[in-house]
């Protein structure tokens, strides 16, 4: 099924694809509609275009492809399923997510990951491709979330204040120095072969997903993070 979203406003797109009987569906000349995919289960959606905030928010399953840039908060608070972005994504992306996965093909703005968490079996997992901006994995609490840095020419490919807050998950970043700004409750170490064979599936999907090379992510070494147990951000609140 094909949906025209030109000029249309997105309560009546998200009514058109939540009631649609198909469940691979097209959306052609998308500008900027929000709430795509929001709740959704059951569907696959393409995406032609730039869809607005909140895109796959709460989403329960099914997959979302984006041949375009996505804008803010994809991902927000998501259970399960995938959203593919071939492109850029704006900030907070993955929002407070609870499971599924978010493969990001170039770059994502500030906070991407913020209040990230996990539970028993669903593990969230985020993959940018590129470089993300600042307060990356902020309040993290779970899932993994990976930095490629692949086409960026700076040393870091993350912003500034990596990890505020990190007190659960792990987060890997492609680059040969660590941010000079870490917090001192979070804990970097070079990549392990047991930390990268936890990490190599993913590392196939993206690949997979975007055509891009295995051997040239592996052609850097990684770092991983994790929060660190000895200095807990407890420690600096009055009541605990």
Request: proline share 4%; hydrophobic share 35%.
């Amino acid at each position: 099924m094909r949906i025209d979203a030109e000029n249309k406003y997105f309560k009546i797109l998200n009514d058109e694809v939540r009631s649609a009987a198909e469940t691979e569906i097209t959306i052609d000349n998308c500008m900027g509609q929000r709430y795509i995919g929001s709740g959704m289960a059951d569907k696959h959606i393409t995406i032609n275009g730039v869809p607005g905030n909140d895109l796959g928010c709460y989403l329960n399953g099914g997959t979302i492809k984006v041949n375009g840039n996505a804008q803010d908060a994809t991902g927000d608070t998501m259970n399960e399923g995938a959203i593919v972005i071939d492109g850029s994504s704006g900030d907070a992306t993955g929002y407070a997510m609870r499971g599924g996965e978010i493969f990001v093909r170039r770059n994502a703005g500030y906070r991407a990951g913020i209040h990230m968490k996990a539970y028993k079996t669903h593990q969230p997992l985020i993959i940018i491709g590129g470089e993300a901006g600042s307060f990356l994995g902020e309040y993290q609490a779970g899932g993994t979330i990976i930095v490629l840095g692949l086409g960026s020419t700076k040393k870091v490919p993350v912003g500034n204040l990596c990890g505020t807050g990190m007190h659960g998950g792990r987060m890997f970043l492609r680059c040969e120095e660590l941010p000079a700004d870490l917090p001192v409750q979070v804990e970097a170490a070079p990549a392990t072969a047991e930390d990268m064979a936890a990490i190599d599936a993913h590392l196939d999907r993206f690949c997979q997903r975007f055509d891009v090379s295995k051997e040239e992510v592996l052609s850097k070494p990684f770092f991983v993070l994790t929060p660190n147990t000895k200095n807990p951000y407890k420690s600096l609140y009055t009541f605990n």
